[in-house]
């Protein structure tokens, strides 16, 4: 069911994994996931513009385009406020070795492999993209394209014709959803969500140019 959200949508969620995810339950306590409340005062939630789902115990945020916000995006426009974080855990230990096409591909890999990042598990370069045993991993494909999986659904994040760039927001995500995980040198930081220092108005300006967008 799908509805919009409102101001009496006083809810305490929770979700085990990366921000870049879009699914939400309600908050158990768990300590292995981040805690999130929706601000019902937030001038999005007041005008109408979220929606939300809600599918056998499990909720996703949409804008009024029907796009999924993910949990990145709603904190970034103040629809949920991240309440307390997750303790690292450990995860998979093992998986599908990737197999990089080109020098610099195999130069990414060991560059992952430097930051402490499993192979298969946390990230996924070249032609094991799809094959990754972890339920979340950054992936980077044909045509310099970083991306999201989780559950088997793929979402990109970047795009370039620059492998520098490309590179560069593959190993920042990959250390992120490493960190998640106890791996890596981002273990024991908060990531910002580029907004913290937005008046309430820019904050609806950006959500608004995102409607107009399509995106």
């Known amino acids: 069911m799908i509805r919009t959200l409102t101001e009496d949508d006083d809810l305490e969620l929770e979700r085990v994994g990366y921000e870049?995810?879009?699914?939400?339950?309600?908050?158990?306590?768990?300590?292995?996931?981040?805690?999130?409340?929706?601000?019902?005062?937030?001038?999005?939630?007041?005008?109408g513009l979220v929606l939300l789902e809600e599918d056998a115990g499990a909720y996703r945020f949409l804008d009024t385009n029907r796009v999924p916000l993910t949990v990145r995006d709603l904190r970034r426009f103040r629809v949920l406020v991240k309440v307390a974080g997750a303790r690292p855990t450990s995860h998979e230990?093992?998986?599908?070795?990737?197999?990089?096409?080109?020098?610099?591909?195999?130069?990414?890999?060991?560059d992952a492999l430097d930051n402490d990042l499993l192979d298969g598990v946390d990230f996924a370069i070249g032609t094991t993209v799809g094959t990754t045993t972890g339920t979340?991993?950054?992936?980077?494909?044909d045509g310099y394209a970083v991306g999201y999986?989780?559950?088997?659904?793929?979402?990109?994040?970047?795009?370039?014709?620059?492998?520098?760039?490309?590179?560069?927001?593959f190993l920042d995500e990959a250390c992120w959803l490493g960190a998640e995980r106890g791996r890596g040198p981002y273990v024991g930081r908060d990531q910002a969500v580029g907004t913290e220092g937005w008046t309430s108005a820019q904050v609806v300006a950006a959500y608004e140019r995102r409607l107009l967008d399509g995106s």
């Open 149 to 169: 999986r989780d559950a088997g659904t793929n979402t990109t994040l970047f795009a370039s014709r620059s492998f520098a760039q490309a590179r560069a927001v």
């Open 20 to 47: 870049r995810g879009d699914v939400l339950r309600p908050s158990t306590g768990r300590p292995d996931a981040h805690r999130y409340r929706v601000e019902v005062a937030n001038p999005l939630v007041v005008d």
């Open 93 to 110: 230990v093992t998986g599908v070795a990737s197999q990089p096409e080109s020098p610099d591909l195999a130069d990414l890999r060991d």
């Open 136 to 141: 979340e991993a950054i992936t980077f494909d």
